[in-house]
């Protein structure tokens, strides 16, 4: 249950890694006219434009999950969108760059993820990608925890498993090798994010990863759940204002 306008309340922050993975990519020093780019989750697509018109790109698909989150795309000439699902998009033809911001954490087995996804990348073409790797950071484990616990537990539409599916930056860095990427650049950056209090951690994750408890419960229930997340999770967070929130992400690019 994606609210583009909470998912936008730390906007500038969740903005830093895409424009850092950006910087990653490999320049053609030809026109790209004929370039053909897929954003997979591409929420509100107000990025995916910022990539269309940046590589000049003669066509790019964003793909999303969310409806909400799409009712907000752009209208831009050579820029199409389209409500899929990651797991289950087969493009009709490949693409020359394949791209993803903060969307693949939510798809399990990464080996075979990123072996068909190498499908979908034309000769000489290029993957690149973005997602949060804070999964050992209290706000993910005392999420998880209060999942357990009644009523949640019990009350869950579907039940929640903590399997978070990332590998290791060496990890990807030979599953790229792997596929056949000739070249490659894997790193895991912490982003040092400045919140203007430790409760506003919380308005954080109500906007990314909360929403997949919140689509497992009630209403009733997640503000019950809410309540007793916040209880649990704030005396593990410093007192301090600005609270000095850390968070880790992996970028990994590879060109065959």
């Given at each position: 249950m994606w609210n583009p306008n909470q998912y936008e309340r730390f906007k500038a922050e969740r903005d830093l890694p895409f424009f850092d993975l950006m910087g990653m990519l490999r320049r053609d020093p030809r026109p790209a006219r004929s370039m053909r780019v897929l954003d997979l989750g591409c929420g509100t697509g107000e990025l995916t434009s910022v990539l269309h018109r940046d590589l000049g790109a003669a066509e790019t698909l964003g793909i999303d999950s969310s409806a909400e989150m799409l009712a907000r795309a752009p209208n831009v000439p050579g820029l199409r969108f389209e409500k899929a699902n990651i797991e289950t998009f087969a493009?009709?033809?490949?693409?020359?760059l394949?791209?993803?911001?903060a969307a693949l954490q939510w798809v399990q087995d990464h080996t075979s993820l990123f072996a068909r996804l190498t499908k979908f990348v034309a000769p000489g073409g290029q993957i690149a990608v973005?997602?949060?790797a804070n999964f050992d950071y209290p706000t993910h484990v005392i999420a998880a925890k209060v999942a357990a616990e009644a009523p949640f537990a019990e009350g869950a539409a579907t039940p929640y498993r903590r399997d978070f599916p990332l590998l290791t930056p060496e990890g990807y860095a030979k599953l790229l090798y792997d596929l056949g990427y000739?070249?490659?650049?894997?790193?895991l950056q912490v982003y040092a994010h400045l919140l203007p209090s430790r409760e506003d951690v919380v308005e954080w994750v109500k906007g990314s990863l909360l929403t997949d408890y919140q689509s497992r419960l009630s209403p009733e229930l997640y503000e019950l759940f809410l309540a007793r997340y916040k209880e649990r999770l704030l005396p593990e967070l410093?007192?301090?204002r600005p609270f000095f929130y850390p968070f880790k992400r992996l970028l990994i690019w590879g060109s065959r």
């Open positions: 493009p009709s033809a490949p693409f020359d394949v791209w993803s911001n973005q997602m949060p000739t070249k490659q650049c894997v790193r410093a007192d301090t």
